[in-house]
């Protein structure tokens, strides 16, 4: 008896497409579980990348920093109300987070998904808030929801 030939082109031609298929599976698992959030922020800031520590720590997301765009117009662009500005603006899944918001806030956003809510936002930079901690010392502060319809308070922390 004469031995097969294993090594035949439609052979050949079916293991090229199992494994192209495997490694566009892989790198779209991939892409999937490492996209990073991207927080545009100004390069003299420093509680910012504090707020990014937090957002990791909390959520367990990959947070890509970005400081080569004029934060004005990251935040026109985004839709950032000129009241509700603060110092970085994060983009996540189709949201724009403004500031110092809490990730159980972000968490909350994703996970409800609100009709007409455009983004959360912390105006300014209130003591207190996730990455503006100071010894203990806090304020009061609001997340607000903004959108095409306007803004309103999303949560408020005493």
């Keep these: 008896m004469m031995p097969r030939n294993l090594d035949t082109p439609s052979r050949r031609l ?54 080569d765009r004029p934060m004005a117009e990251v935040k026109a662009e985004a839709g950032v109300p000129g009241t509700l500005r603060s110092c970085h603006t994060m983009e996540i899944e189709g949201y724009v987070i403004e500031g110092h918001v809490p990730a159980r806030e972000i968490e909350r956003l994703i996970k409800e998904r609100p009709e007409g809510v455009r983004g959360l936002a ?36 005493p």
């Design 14 to 67: 079916r293991a090229g497409f199992t494994a192209l298929s495997l490694s566009i599976l892989a790198a779209c698992t991939s892409a999937v579980q490492a996209a990073p959030y991207v927080m545009f922020r100004d390069p003299q800031c420093g509680c910012c990348e504090e707020w990014a520590k937090h957002v990791r720590a909390e959520l367990g997301y990959e947070v890509a920093v970005r400081e």
């Design 122 to 157: 912390v105006a300014g930079m209130p003591l207190g808030s996730p990455g503006m901690e100071a010894g203990g010392r806090s304020q009061p502060f609001e997340v607000v929801a903004f959108g095409p319809g306007g803004a309103k308070v999303y949560a408020a922390y």
